[in-house]
């Protein structure tokens, strides 16, 4: 052995030893359990809409093409008395990876921060990021966990938005239930910051930054080490609740639930879990709807998660998910040999992922389908009095009268030259300002061509419908891709 490699391998080591390591933030809990994120008691506009958005991974592409989206759905509904539309009845937003940027801060401020976050988008999320594939210390960095921690993109991300703001924060001044998805790549399962999976951590949400959980959601492996939670388990006495019990002796329920199960189990066992290392959302679910089958599947009735107050005066409901996906040229296609190394690795992960994200949507759809039928079901068995000490009269009254429209807004169906220029977008945190402003346009197209969000107008009451000219686009189906 020469000296020049033993003094090229211990550069190695001491290089991997300067590795991005994130100490945990999460806090114990002391006392009772977390609340809820949302007021349940403020319930927006009269209780006849739910309308839910999910906003896919893809960088700072899913971010403009997730805010595009809530530029379409407000311009589109509108009016002198309402200028927000129907964005006044948002009731949940759940986002992954570049999309959660967008989750955490409407939910946070609501439709008055769009302006904020339109800025934002022509930023350099990667200012303070490591990223260069030239540099072999980043390469190494890379390898041995991860060549950012959360002092780059978390902490650009409390400059320019959050400013400190915490899920406590959240909770004080939203309405809206939010949803920021991680992976446990540990458990294999989506981590959702919630106050069910808090509890189980012992650790209060209450006081952790909204950028540490976007952080989480937005780290690439390898780009990023894994955002690090610390399982306080000596700090409260927490007791599982009924439907993890019940998950772990009913021979019916779901493998999606018992994975879910034994995540929290784990966090509970100091033997298992004493630190949860978390990594990009889109490796288990690219689209962030795990949520809607957990918050079903674990359900001891048949309208959860509404109440029995708003299971009642429910009328409609919008659940539309942003996919800011593009297609993939893959060169080796046309050639004999290949794919190989990096090519290889990537083509794998990424089907990977896709196919969790469509299993994950496909199975989100038969949930809410089979929620309706369970919702009619219960609405119809109701004694009169009961309705109308909800509604206030039973005049007007039809149980059956619960309509849901579920779809994707994606780049499918706009014009080829567009679709174009959109598959050229990077997956990145930073973007060129004309990348930002056609991944933008794009979103208000595709989402008031959308056919789901077109049949949702129709059925409201007070709303005809998308503008003379406009066609509804069937939608095809296109691979996600994360961050």
């Known amino acids: 052995m020469t000296l020049r490699s033993v003094l090229g391998g211990a550069a190695l080591v001491l290089l991997a030893g300067c590795s991005a390591v994130n100490k945990p933030l999460n806090q114990p809990l002391g006392g009772a359990g977390n609340p809820s994120l949302t007021d349940e008691a403020a319930i927006p506009g009269d209780g006849t809409t739910f309308v839910g958005l999910a906003f896919s991974g893809g960088g700072t592409r899913a971010s403009a093409f997730s805010y595009g989206m809530l530029e379409a759905l407000r311009d589109a509904t509108a009016t002198p008395d309402d200028p927000d539309g129907i964005l006044s009845e948002v009731r949940l937003v759940t986002g992954v990876s570049g999309g959660s940027v967008t989750a955490a801060w409407y939910g946070y401020a609501g439709p008055q921060g769009m302006p904020k976050f339109r800025a934002y988008l022509d930023k350099n999320g990667e200012k303070y990021m490591a990223n260069s594939p030239l540099n072999p210390f980043t390469i190494v960095r890379g390898l041995s966990g991860g060549a950012n921690g959360r002092q780059t993109f978390g902490r650009f991300l409390d400059e320019e938005l959050f400013r400190g703001a915490t899920f406590g924060d959240l909770r004080r001044k939203s309405r809206v239930k939010t949803w920021i998805n991680a992976s446990d790549v540990a458990n294999n399962v989506t981590f959702l910051f919630s106050p069910e999976t808090f509890d189980a951590l012992c650790s209060d949400l209450m006081k952790l930054p909204l950028s540490e959980a976007v952080a989480a959601s937005a780290a690439f492996p390898l780009v990023f080490s894994p955002i ?163 509604r206030g009269t039973t005049a007007g009254w039809d149980c059956k009268d619960v309509k849901l429209f579920v779809g994707q807004v994606s780049f499918d169906g706009l014009p080829d030259d567009m679709q174009k220029q959109l598959d050229s977008i990077p997956t990145r945190l930073k973007l060129k300002p004309e990348q930002v402003a056609l991944t933008i346009e794009a979103a208000r197209q595709s989402t008031r061509q959308n056919p789901e969000f077109n049949g949702f107008l129709r059925a409201k009451e007070g709303f005809d419908g998308p503008p003379a000219g406009a066609t509804p686009i069937a939608p095809r189906r296109i691979s996600p891709i994360s961050n």
């Not at 290949?338 to 992922?353: C, F, K, N, R, Y």
């Open 228 to 390: 690090v939670l610390e399982a306080h388990q000596e700090s409260c006495q927490y007791e599982e609740p009924d439907w993890l019990t019940a998950a772990r002796y009913n021979p019916e329920a779901s493998e999606a639930m018992k994975a879910h199960a034994r995540a929290l189990e784990s966090y509970t066992d100091p033997e298992e879990a004493r630190f949860v290392k978390l990594l990009d959302g889109g490796i288990t679910d690219n689209f962030g709807t795990t949520g809607l089958n957990v918050e079903r599947a674990r359900a001891q009735n048949a309208y959860a998660p509404l109440t029995v107050e708003e299971a009642v005066k429910l009328e409609r409901m919008l659940f539309l998910v942003a996919n800011a996906g593009v297609r993939t040229d893959y060169g080796w296609t046309q050639k004999l040999p290949g794919p190989g190394g990096v090519q290889l690795a990537m083509s794998i992960a990424t089907s990977s992922m896709s196919a969790a994200t469509r299993a994950g949507y496909d199975a989100m759809r038969l949930t809410l389908d089979r929620w309706q039928e369970a919702l009619v079901e219960f609405r119809c068995d109701l004694p009169a009095s009961e309705v109308r000490r909800i």
